[in-house]
Antibody, heavy 122, light 110 residues
Framework: EVQLVESGGGLVQPGRSLRLSCAAS????????MHWVRQAPGKGLEWVSG????????GYADSVKGRFTISRDNAKNSLYLQMNSLRAEDTALYYC???????????????WGQGTLVTVSS | QSALTQPASVSGSPGQSITISCTGH?????????VSWYQQHPGKAPKLMIH???DRPSGVSNRFSGSKSGNTASLTISGLQAEDEADYYC??????????FGAGTKVTVL
């Protein structure tokens, strides 16, 4: 059974940093691209960042480019999101998602975790 | 990275069919057959319902179907049931090697 478990969320002041983790199990982690998707309270889904299986391809939404860094450790079956210079508008539930499909980032997200909540407030 | 355009809400009576539209651009919906649809119940994680425009993952009811014409994709739910009441999001792979989502459509079963 595929499982994705996010952690690392919490309350943080504007301008500070936070690192999210996603522990994966139930599939061969280093065969698949992985992504972070967020959802602000009461709002829709927003793609944040993706990373190919080898870390050779990485992408970011314009809203986080230059502030967030995605990475993965295939030996530990883990995905990470380093979030710097956090803003109030980064407040959201952050989901880790497994991708599958024909491109280096996959073409769809077939499994999702339950999310970890990040609140940016003074 | 402009979001895809979806109607805010769609409703129907049990047993009826409803269709949700998703309008994109040449850089996403119109450029690739990589449109997906996700269902999200309150407090739950999204669930993949349709991928590659019209393919259903194993375990998804055949009451859900997808199509695309030009820059507009559509999700049709036939034989509407109470359990179908949820938010639905379309998504597309883009020419920038990113993903883009629609703002979501709330489906209400009357």
């Amino acid at each position: 059974e595929v499982q994705l478990v996010e952690s690392g969320g919490g309350l943080v002041q504007p301008g500070r940093s936070l690192r999210l983790s996603c522990a994966a199990s139930g599939f061969t982690f280093d065969d698949y691209a992985m992504h972070w998707v967020r959802q602000a309270p009461g709002k829709g889904l927003e793609w944040v960042s993706g990373i190919s299986w080898s870390s050779g391809s990485i992408g970011y939404a314009d809203s986080v480019k230059g502030r967030f860094t995605i990475s993965r450790d295939n030996a530990k079956n883990s995905l990470y999101l380093q979030m710097n210079s956090l803003r109030a508008e980064d407040t959201a539930l952050y989901y880790c998602a497994k991708a599958v499909g024909e491109t280096s980032f996959g073409t769809r997200l077939d499994y999702w975790g339950q999310g970890t909540l990040v609140t940016v407030s003074s | 990275q402009s979001a895809l355009t979806q109607p805010a809400s769609v409703s129907g009576s049990p047993g009826q069919s409803i269709t949700i539209s998703c309008t994109g651009h040449s850089s996403d919906v119109n450029g690739y057959n990589f449109v997906s649809w996700y269902q999200q119940h309150p407090g739950k994680a999204p669930k993949l319902m349709i991928h590659d425009v019209s393919d259903r993952p194993s375990g998804v009811s055949n009451r859900f179907s997808g199509s695309k014409s030009g820059n507009t994709a559509s999700l049709t739910i036939s034989g509407l049931q109470a359990e179908d009441e949820a938010d639905y999001y379309c998504s597309s792979y883009t020419s920038s090697s990113t993903y883009v989502f629609g703002a979501g459509t709330k489906v209400t079963v009357l």
